[in-house]
């Protein structure tokens, strides 16, 4: 059964820091792996999508790595800002189509002024 | 890009009464839509998976009966929480893809919270 691990579960960090959240999966069978944003009470914001053959995704300050081997992935954000604050969300898609994404349980991020 | 509506974004129910949440694709169509279920602080649990035209796929320990699933169209899909009860206040959240185009990710509705008293 797939498992998905995000570490640290919460951090706190001055803003204009750069800083990494984690992502591990136990099954390296997947489709492809996807980071979202979430804000307290609202929905997910698609922020990157790796697909299983690439090895990283950029968008403005963000860039999300895979290594499907190790089964990790890495979202990097450059320069926060206290507008970053948010909770955020890994999930993997596996490589049977028609499946639904298996969640992390989310890396809660706050950025101080 | 694909856009997913999702209402009521919250709701307030009655012990015993049901409740109908959409989850409408409003630029694409999707055969399949997925149900998700987030309690405080929790990662986002599939519940089910809606099929355009057929019956919902449940996860294990997900009552179909309390949780209605229809998916008539190529761009609904509801779900109603039948004889609600406290313990069913949670927020609830649709998600479908774009199947017509070389996009692979997964658009989200913006969730439905619903309290039930």
């Known amino acids: 059964k797939q498992e998905v691990t995000q570490i640290p579960a919460a951090l706190s960090v001055p803003e204009g820091e750069n800083l990494v959240l984690n992502c591990s999966f136990t099954?390296?069978?997947?489709?492809?792996l996807q980071w979202f944003r979430q804000d307290p009470g609202k929905g997910l914001t698609s922020l990157l999508l790796i697909q299983s053959s690439q090895r990283e995704q950029t968008s403005g300050r963000l860039n999300a790595s895979l290594d499907k081997s190790s089964g990790r992935s890495t979202l990097y954000i450059a320069a926060s800002q206290p507008g970053d604050s948010a909770t955020y969300l890994c999930a993997v898609r596996l490589i049977w189509a028609g499946t639904a994404l298996i969640f992390g349980k989310g890396t809660t991020l706050s950025v101080s002024s | 890009g694909a856009v997913v509506s999702q209402h009521p974004s919250w709701v307030i129910c009655k012990s015993g009464t049901s409740v109908k949440i959409e989850c409408r694709s409003l630029?694409?169509?999707?055969?399949?839509m997925f149900w998700y279920r987030q309690f405080p602080k929790q990662s986002l649990m599939l519940m089910a998976t809606s099929n355009e035209g057929s019956k919902a796929t449940y996860e294990q320990g997900v009552e179909k009966d309390k949780f209605l699933i229809n998916h008539a169209s190529l761009t609904l899909s509801t779900l109603t929480v039948t004889s609600a009860h406290p313990e069913d206040s949670s927020f609830y959240i649709c998600s479908a893809r774009d199947e017509g185009t070389s996009s692979y990710g997964y658009t989200f509705g913006s969730g439905t919270r619903l309290t039930v008293v």
């Open positions: 630029d694409f169509q999707a055969t399949t």
């Open positions: 099954d390296s069978a997947i489709y492809n």
